[in-house]
């Protein structure tokens, strides 16, 4: 069993940054995938991005590549969301999840373990 708690959300002036964290319970966090997913109002979740555990290889929402960055601190059991150049579409509920499978990645089906959710917003 995996716990996930996501922190870091806030309001943000568009253009602007945050770093969201993710804290994973659990001694086994190093053999997950993590990623991050979001949902705006309205629409369904979507995924954000992906780091594998073997090799630390990252994947993203091509949208998003070049303004979002995954990272992970295995040691802190740690998942990070560094989010740059924010507008207001980025708007959503951003989650963190983890995989014990590492496929499926870029889906929401592809995760055992999900967090609640860190309110994002952004004003123009």
């Known amino acids: 069993q995996v716990q996930l708690v996501e922190s870091g959300g806030e309001l943000v002036q568009a253009g602007g940054s945050l770093r969201l964290s993710c804290a994973a319970s659990?001694?086994?966090?190093?053999?997950?995938?993590m990623g991050w997913f979001r949902q705006a109002p309205g629409k369904e979740r979507e995924f954000v991005a992906t780091?594998?555990?073997?090799?630390?290889?990252?994947y993203y929402e091509d949208s998003l590549k070049g303004r979002f960055t995954i990272s992970r601190d295995n040691a802190k059991n740690t998942v990070y969301l560094q989010m740059n150049s924010l507008k207001p579409e980025d708007k959503a509920v951003y989650y963190c999840a983890a995989s014990s499978r590492n496929m499926g990645l870029m889906t929401n089906s592809g995760y055992d373990y999900w967090g609640q959710g860190t309110q994002v917003t952004v004003s123009s």
């Open positions: 780091i594998t555990w073997i090799g630390g290889i990252t």
């Open positions: 659990g001694r086994t966090f190093s053999r997950y995938a």
